[in-house]
């Protein structure tokens, strides 16, 4: 693949990447606008993601791809081939043999280390979208902490369904500063976020944001005194290795209302089988 | 706090549209506790003043100040907008015309209340509910209905939730717009009564815009009178209505239908 540069993304453009990644990593939870590029993949299907990691990817990383916990899916499948022919580095489905993880959806169950770094997909950067549509006043609400209206959305749902229904992309505070949207990753994560030894990426290619949280930061889930938060739990363990602190996928298997539950991060399955 | 010194104080307020006159040259005083009701037609400056006086308008000429709760004095204008923010979620509060203007839709009765609370820090659920359920008592709305959503909500209900809303933080000045607009008399008067008792309780002082001169005879203790940006006369409620001195007003007086 000799007519593309490595990891397909030309030297320029890294380097502009790797400049906000600089200003994200310096205000941890900020969103830091960039000049996303057009990329040979369909936004939704992690453009953000791609172009991050094709700015700090190296020669000598090796790279690993996950989509909703698995190795093995079209998207992570797409994407590690793509890093395998643009790049040549060496891949794995290993968490801990990784150094550079794109992910989509999940944070692994298997704790990550100093000198790793995990790359989240993002759709939608602004987490106050939803409540406040005008961009110029959810910057000026950044700016100032005005931060009060995402408890009005808490509030509703516990007024409404008697706790917190947000199950993923849950809000939280970074840093004690910046509010954050932590990707669609199930709120069962949310906890790995706070003060994680691996450097965490954010990229968002449609909306042309990246933030980060740098190792080690702290990351608040938001709650109420007397509503705390808490993450989901499962009163089954995994039908394959028997996992009960994992987060769970449910799985149809037939049409007769048969279903299992099975670990959603396959690499912490599989090793858990032994293989 | 000093006694001689206006909550909100106006000198030479003017704001131009181009070559149009929103407001010009208007000067006024607001004491602590005091309603003071701007009346005039419609086009007169009145909501233009008001917008101007709350820092949502820029004037073009002028000055205006405002006492805070530690009795410094500030000079609205000259704030930077953080400090006007963090002003008009504390201190201020707004009361629209239209109540959909002042609600957010889409969330229920107690979020519309609690929203200020929280947005002041307030973070604990079971304390902004009951905080909330005390609002709607005093704004005589069942408390059964502070799951529904305000759209549910007849006009007059709606405009009392925007009231309690708006006080739920206890503002110092609230800044209302044609407050009792688009209601029917019968639910005017309600509003009305309880407004007027609202702001003895908390010794509230208000500034009520409005065109409607009976709804100043009960609320307001002095009155602004303006006409094409102007003020033509100002003083007391009763001496304004009762015995108009400025051409316009007295052709303002005139025009009320007596039932």
């Keep these: ?275 | 706090m000093a006694a001689d010194v206006p909550l909100l104080r106006a000198r030479d307020v003017s704001k131009l549209y181009g070559a149009r006159v929103g407001c010009r040259d208007v000067g006024l005083d607001l004491w602590p506790g005091e309603v003071l009701g701007i009346v005039g037609e419609s086009g007169s400056g009145k909501t233009t003043l008001l917008g101007c006086l709350s820092g949502r308008l820029v004037p073009t000429s002028g000055s205006v100040e405002f006492m805070l709760r530690d009795g410094t004095v500030v000079d609205v204008l000259q704030l930077s907008e953080p400090a006007l923010r963090k002003l008009a979620r504390t201190d201020w509060g707004v009361v629209h015309q239209n109540p959909r203007d002042g609600l957010r839709a889409g969330v229920t009765a107690g979020a519309n209340v609690g929203e200020r609370l929280m947005a002041l820090g307030a973070r604990h659920y079971g304390r902004i509910r009951a905080e909330a359920l005390d609002w709607l008592d005093r704004v005589e709305i069942d408390r059964g209905r502070i799951d529904d959503w305000p759209e549910t909500f007849s006009s007059g209900m709606q405009q009392r939730l925007q009231i309690a809303r708006t006080l739920v933080t206890r503002p110092r000045l609230v800044f209302m717009d044609e407050p009792t607009g688009g209601l029917d008399v019968s639910v005017q008067a309600r509003l009305l009564d309880l407004v007027r008792g609202l702001t003895a309780d908390l010794g509230l002082s208000a500034i009520i815009v409005t065109h409607d001169l009976a709804v100043t005879r009960l609320l307001a203790h002095r009155l602004l009178v303006m006409r094409g940006g102007e003020v033509v006369e100002s003083g007391l409620t009763d001496q304004v209505l009762d015995d108009p001195q400025h051409p316009y007003t007295q052709l303002l007086v005139s025009s009320v239908l007596q039932p």
């Design chain 1, 1 to 275: 693949m000799s007519a593309y540069n490595f990891a397909f993304l030309d030297e320029q453009t890294k380097r502009m990447i790797r400049r906000a990644l600089l200003k994200a990593v310096a205000i941890p939870g900020h969103q830091v606008p960039f000049g996303s590029r057009e990329m040979p993949l369909s936004y939704g299907w992690g453009t953000g993601g791609v172009q991050v990691t094709a700015s700090v990817i190296g020669p000598d990383d090796v790279f690993k791809v996950i989509d909703q916990g698995a190795d093995d899916t079209t998207n992570a499948v797409s994407i590690r081939q793509f890093f395998e022919r643009t790049t040549g580095v060496r891949t794995t489905t290993r968490t801990d043999a990784a150094t550079l993880i794109q992910t989509r959806h999940r944070i692994p169950e298997t704790p990550l280390r100093e000198g790793q770094i995990l790359v989240l997909q993002v759709p939608i950067p602004e987490p106050l979208r939803w409540l406040e549509p005008r961009e110029i006043e959810t910057r000026k609400m950044h700016a100032l902490e005005e931060y009060g209206v995402m408890h009005v959305r808490l509030y509703e749902d516990i007024t409404r369904h008697g706790h917190v229904e947000t199950a993923y992309d849950y809000p939280v505070l970074v840093n004690g500063r910046y509010l954050m949207r932590p990707s669609p990753i199930p709120k069962f994560d949310n906890p790995k976020l706070d003060r994680n030894p691996a450097l965490l990426l954010f990229g968002a290619g449609r909306e042309k944001r990246i933030y980060a949280v740098p190792p080690y930061t702290p990351v608040r889930s938001l709650d109420f005194e007397d509503h705390p938060f808490t993450v989901e739990r499962w009163d089954r363990t995994c039908a394959l290795c028997g996992a009960a602190d994992a987060f769970m996928d449910e799985i149809v298997v037939d049409d007769k209302g048969g279903r299992m539950f099975v670990c959603s991060d396959t690499d912490h399955c599989e090793r858990r089988r032994g293989r």
